[in-house]
Protein backbone atom coordinates (compact mmCIF):
# COMPACT_ATOMS: atom_id res chain seq x y z
CA UNK A 1 0.00 0.00 0.00
CA UNK A 2 3.01 2.50 0.96
CA UNK A 3 4.40 1.71 -2.47
CA UNK A 4 0.90 2.56 -4.24
CA UNK A 5 0.31 6.13 -2.23
CA UNK A 6 4.43 6.90 -2.98
CA UNK A 7 3.38 6.07 -6.73
CA UNK A 8 0.50 8.17 -6.68
CA UNK A 9 2.36 11.14 -4.77
CA UNK A 10 4.76 11.11 -7.24
CA UNK A 11 2.36 11.37 -10.13
CA UNK A 12 0.66 14.42 -8.52
CA UNK A 13 3.67 16.04 -8.44
CA UNK A 14 4.45 15.60 -12.25
CA UNK A 15 1.28 16.46 -13.23
CA UNK A 16 1.02 19.83 -11.43
CA UNK A 17 4.83 20.91 -12.31
CA UNK A 18 3.38 19.78 -16.10
CA UNK A 19 1.18 22.06 -15.52
CA UNK A 20 3.15 24.82 -14.55
CA UNK A 21 2.49 27.35 -16.87
CA UNK A 22 -1.18 27.55 -16.38
CA UNK A 23 -0.88 27.70 -12.62
CA UNK A 24 -0.53 31.04 -11.12
CA UNK A 25 1.39 32.57 -7.84
CA UNK A 26 -0.32 33.36 -4.94
CA UNK A 27 0.81 34.46 -1.55
CA UNK A 28 -1.15 32.61 1.03
CA UNK A 29 -1.93 33.23 4.53
CA UNK A 30 -2.04 30.78 6.90
CA UNK A 31 -4.15 32.66 9.78
CA UNK A 32 -2.74 32.17 13.24
CA UNK A 33 -6.33 31.73 15.77
CA UNK A 34 -6.05 31.85 19.09
CA UNK A 35 -9.15 30.63 21.00
CA UNK A 36 -11.79 32.97 22.03
CA UNK A 37 -9.61 36.13 20.13
CA UNK A 38 -10.09 38.01 17.25
CA UNK A 39 -7.17 40.31 17.03
CA UNK A 40 -8.15 44.04 15.76
CA UNK A 41 -6.71 46.99 14.70
CA UNK A 42 -6.79 49.71 17.63
CA UNK A 43 -6.78 52.55 14.65
CA UNK A 44 -8.98 51.52 12.43
CA UNK A 45 -11.07 48.98 14.49
CA UNK A 46 -11.35 46.19 11.48
CA UNK A 47 -10.41 42.69 12.69
CA UNK A 48 -7.48 41.61 11.40
CA UNK A 49 -6.36 38.27 10.81
CA UNK A 50 -2.23 37.82 11.52
CA UNK A 51 -0.30 34.48 9.79
CA UNK A 52 2.49 33.44 7.79
CA UNK A 53 2.90 34.08 4.22
CA UNK A 54 3.84 31.92 2.09
CA UNK A 55 4.52 31.78 -1.86
CA UNK A 56 2.82 29.28 -3.77
CA UNK A 57 1.94 27.94 -7.06
CA UNK A 58 -1.72 26.60 -7.58
CA UNK A 59 -3.93 26.06 -10.13
CA UNK A 60 -7.65 27.51 -10.29
CA UNK A 61 -10.78 25.27 -11.80
CA UNK A 62 -14.32 26.56 -11.68
CA UNK A 63 -16.73 24.23 -9.88
CA UNK A 64 -19.14 22.53 -13.04
CA UNK A 65 -22.40 24.12 -13.42
CA UNK A 66 -24.47 21.52 -12.19
CA UNK A 67 -22.40 22.11 -8.99
CA UNK A 68 -23.11 25.66 -8.61
CA UNK A 69 -26.17 25.96 -6.10
CA UNK A 70 -26.38 29.18 -4.46
CA UNK A 71 -25.95 28.67 -0.97
CA UNK A 72 -22.62 25.92 -0.58
CA UNK A 73 -20.99 27.04 -3.69
CA UNK A 74 -21.54 30.55 -4.95
CA UNK A 75 -21.30 31.19 -8.71
CA UNK A 76 -17.95 33.11 -8.11
CA UNK A 77 -16.40 30.03 -6.48
CA UNK A 78 -13.34 27.94 -7.91
CA UNK A 79 -11.35 25.38 -6.73
CA UNK A 80 -7.72 25.85 -5.84
CA UNK A 81 -5.42 22.88 -6.51
CA UNK A 82 -2.04 22.68 -4.47
CA UNK A 83 0.61 20.15 -4.35
CA UNK A 84 1.12 19.19 -0.78
CA UNK A 85 4.75 17.97 -1.40
CA UNK A 86 5.46 22.09 -2.11
CA UNK A 87 4.03 23.44 0.42
CA UNK A 88 4.85 22.99 4.30
CA UNK A 89 1.97 24.26 5.99
CA UNK A 90 -1.69 22.29 6.02
CA UNK A 91 -4.39 24.73 4.75
CA UNK A 92 -7.30 25.72 7.24
CA UNK A 93 -10.71 27.04 6.42
CA UNK A 94 -9.61 30.70 8.07
CA UNK A 95 -7.12 30.72 5.62
CA UNK A 96 -6.75 33.48 2.35
CA UNK A 97 -4.50 34.04 -0.62
CA UNK A 98 -4.14 36.76 -2.99
CA UNK A 99 -3.67 36.24 -6.84
CA UNK A 100 -3.42 38.99 -9.45
CA UNK A 101 -4.64 41.26 -6.48
CA UNK A 102 -8.01 39.44 -5.75
CA UNK A 103 -7.94 38.14 -2.30
CA UNK A 104 -9.11 34.59 -2.06
CA UNK A 105 -10.98 33.47 0.90
CA UNK A 106 -10.96 29.11 1.80
CA UNK A 107 -13.81 27.80 2.61
CA UNK A 108 -13.49 24.00 2.74
CA UNK A 109 -11.08 22.27 2.34
CA UNK A 110 -10.19 18.54 0.60
CA UNK A 111 -7.64 16.51 1.21
CA UNK A 112 -7.37 13.86 -1.33
CA UNK A 113 -6.70 9.89 0.34
CA UNK A 114 -3.04 9.68 -1.38
CA UNK A 115 -2.27 13.18 0.57
CA UNK A 116 -0.75 14.35 -2.57
CA UNK A 117 -2.86 17.41 -3.06
CA UNK A 118 -4.96 19.70 -1.36
CA UNK A 119 -8.27 20.78 -3.46
CA UNK A 120 -9.49 24.16 -2.22
CA UNK A 121 -13.00 25.37 -2.06
CA UNK A 122 -12.58 29.49 -2.28
CA UNK A 123 -14.40 32.21 -3.04
CA UNK A 124 -13.75 36.16 -3.49
CA UNK A 125 -13.22 37.80 -0.54
Given amino acids: MADLKGAVNAASRKALQAMDSVRDAAVYTSVSTTSGSTP??????VPTRPGTQHNIRLLFTS?????????????????ATISASEVTFVPKGADFFTVDGVQWEVVRIKKEPSTSVFILHVRPA
Fill in 40 to 45: YDPTTG
Fill in 63 to 79: FRQNEVDGDVIKLNDRR
